[in-house]
């Protein structure tokens, strides 16, 4: 199945200062570019669990003894290590958002490219997709949702417009959904004012947010000391809960201070953000938006 090349690819697993004997972990496996390179960088006692939770991303498992592909939702990374017998680990890798084979799968919904059924699940086994959002949610968690995470300021509009359209009739298919908020979309704006409302409704469909959270609090149960992330966001709600959580350990809020002012975090910042450079997004528009930060378990 055909996938891009990953971004980032040699910054992010060199951030992972990988030791030939350790465990390490992809949670997000896609096409297998960062697992591939980490296994070449691993001896052969080291050892690489994968999480993917697409079944398209199963047709890339790769043949090798010292790897394991777990079909399943990063936010459950503790409980299926445990299923292997893994409690502690060495890296943790993870390439969040969208991947260019789910935008490049007409079908999928991911993309305002093409027209498709109102889907964008992540893993296809899920009962909640875009239709559902669109069609049952109130007006109110509508809203909220286009606020949140599309960071759209006529988020109320955009709320009152669908629930008005679907009194008529359910909205189906992505063109339909277009069709209904075009009065919202300036044509010298509309693709990048569609990219953020596509955004805030994949988000919801996902739990996109609320899977993040409950991942990065398991990896600092689930880091040796001196175990590091590798974290590429492709989006500030993304990258904003994966800067704080490095400074602070928290998502909001600031860490107590002892009687002598010092806080306890869980990591230590590993050099500044990393971005792509112009040559890689030339080559992979995905890469613009990417922002790629390393920590260290302290």
Same mark, same amino acid.
């Given at each position: 199945?055909?996938?891009?090349?990953?971004?980032?690819?040699?910054?992010?697993v060199d951030?992972?200062?990988?030791?030939?004997?350790?465990?390490?972990?992809?949670?997000?496996?896609?096409?297998?570019?960062?697992?591939?390179?980490?296994?070449?960088?691993?001896?052969?006692?080291?050892?690489?669990?994968?999480?993917?939770?697409?079944?398209?991303? /199963?047709?890339? =498992? !790769?043949?090798?003894? &010292?790897?394991?592909?777990?079909?399943?939702?990063?936010?459950?990374? %503790?409980?299926? +290590?445990?299923?292997?017998?893994?409690?502690?680990?060495?890296?943790?890798?993870?390439?969040?958002?969208?991947?260019?084979?789910?935008?490049?799968?007409?079908?999928?919904?991911?993309?305002?490219r093409?027209?498709?059924?109102?889907?964008?699940?992540?893993?296809?086994?899920?009962?909640?997709?875009?239709?559902?959002?669109?069609?049952?949610?109130?007006?109110?968690?509508?809203?909220?949702?286009?606020?949140?995470?599309?960071?759209?300021?006529?988020?109320?509009? /955009?709320?009152? =417009? !669908?629930?008005?359209? &679907?009194?008529?009739?359910?909205l189906?298919?992505?063109?339909?959904? %277009?069709?209904? +908020?075009?009065?919202?979309?300036?044509?010298?704006?509309?693709?990048?004012i569609?990219?953020q409302?596509?955004?805030?409704?994949?988000?919801?469909?996902?739990?996109?947010?609320?899977?993040?959270k409950?991942?990065?609090?398991?990896?600092?149960?689930?880091?040796?000391?001196?175990?590091?992330?590798?974290?590429?966001?492709?989006?500030?709600l993304?990258?904003?809960?994966?800067?704080?959580?490095?400074?602070?350990?928290?998502?909001?809020?600031?860490?107590?201070?002892d009687?002598?002012?010092?806080?306890?975090?869980?990591?230590?910042?590993?050099?500044?953000?990393?971005?792509?450079?112009?040559?890689?997004?030339?080559?992979?528009?995905?890469?613009?938006?990417?922002?790629?930060?390393?920590?260290?378990?302290?």
């Amino acid at each position: 199945m055909e996938y891009h090349n990953p971004v980032l690819l040699t910054e992010t697993v060199d951030g992972l200062a990988v030791k030939p004997n350790g465990i390490y972990v992809d949670v997000t496996f896609g096409g297998g570019g960062h697992s591939s390179e980490i296994l070449r960088r691993l001896g052969p006692e080291g050892k690489l669990f994968a999480f993917d939770q697409d079944q398209d991303a /199963l047709e890339n =498992a !790769i043949d090798d003894d &010292r790897f394991t592909l777990i079909n399943e939702n990063f936010r459950f990374i %503790k409980r299926f +290590l445990r299923f292997y017998g893994v409690r502690k680990v060495d890296g943790i890798l993870g390439d969040f958002g969208v991947s260019s084979h789910q935008f490049d799968v007409a079908d999928r919904g991911f993309s305002t490219r093409f027209e498709a059924d109102l889907d964008m699940r992540m893993n296809q086994n899920r009962e909640i997709s875009a239709y559902h959002v669109i069609n049952e949610y109130d007006e109110s968690d509508l809203r909220t949702m286009f606020l949140q995470y599309g960071e759209l300021r006529n988020a109320p509009k /955009l709320a009152r =417009a !669908i629930v008005g359209a &679907r009194k008529e009739e359910s909205l189906k298919t992505s063109v339909e959904l %277009k069709e209904v +908020l075009r009065p919202f979309l300036p044509k010298h704006k509309e693709h990048k004012i569609l990219a953020q409302i596509y955004q805030a409704i994949r988000i919801e469909v996902n739990q996109e947010i609320e899977a993040l959270k409950e991942f990065l609090i398991q990896t600092t149960e689930l880091l040796d000391a001196k175990g590091r992330i590798s974290l590429i966001s492709y989006h500030s709600l993304e990258d904003r809960l994966v800067k704080r959580f490095i400074r602070s350990g928290m998502f909001e809020g600031e860490p107590e201070k002892d009687l002598y002012g010092n806080v306890s975090v869980p990591f230590k910042k590993v050099g500044g953000l990393i971005v792509p450079n112009e040559e890689e997004i030339k080559e992979n528009n995905r890469a613009r938006s990417a922002k790629l930060r390393i920590a260290e378990r302290i």
